[in-house]
């Protein structure tokens, strides 16, 4: 199982998504109690753009207790999906636990505030990203101004008087 895991792998990493896609499905077919195998299966759905094909690999993935950085990359995987499908909720339950398992991850965040926008909760969606921002740029103008867009990113409907 191993070899073909990472024929399959390697296969999507050089573009190959289709034969990779082939390869995965097969092995879930051989190894459905796979938590990682579920979850590239999910991982091969999704580049392919065919994300409602990917989500019961991701659920199955999340729960035969796929963990540490592949649970990470699922969670953020399966959360981005949801989304993307117009299950804002899900997609935002997804980001939440995946943050409060994660919560350095900044592209979990990003994603995260997507799914905000997306409920109408531009407000909240924003403040992340301007944290965001301000937490991960070396960009020496936003560098600059850090504190100050750290102070307003939960304040910007606030009228200054």
Not at 15 to 29: F, P, T
Not at 42 to 49: K, N, P, Q, Y
Not at 127 to 152: P, V
Request: charged share 25%.
């Amino acid at each position: 199982m191993k070899e073909q895991l990472e024929k399959a792998m390697q296969l999507r990493s050089e573009g190959q998504l289709e034969a990779s896609n082939q390869i995965l499905v097969e092995l879930v077919r051989l190894y459905p109690q796979d938590a990682l195998v579920n979850y590239q299966c999910a991982w091969s759905f999704d580049v392919l753009g065919r994300e409602r094909e990917a989500i019961p690999f991701y659920e199955k993935a999340v729960s035969l207790g796929l963990a540490g950085e592949d649970l990470e990359g699922a969670l953020l995987g399966m959360g981005s999906t949801y989304r993307t499908l117009g299950e804002y909720e899900s997609s935002q339950r997804t980001f939440r636990k995946g943050m409060e398992l994660f919560p350095d991850n900044r592209a979990m965040k990003v994603f995260y505030a997507m799914t905000l926008y997306n409920l109408q909760q531009h407000p909240q969606a924003m403040e992340i990203l301007l944290q965001c921002i301000a937490e991960s740029s070396s960009d020496s103008e936003i560098q600059k101004y850090k504190r100050a867009i750290l102070f307003y990113s939960d304040q910007l409907d606030k009228i200054w008087e």
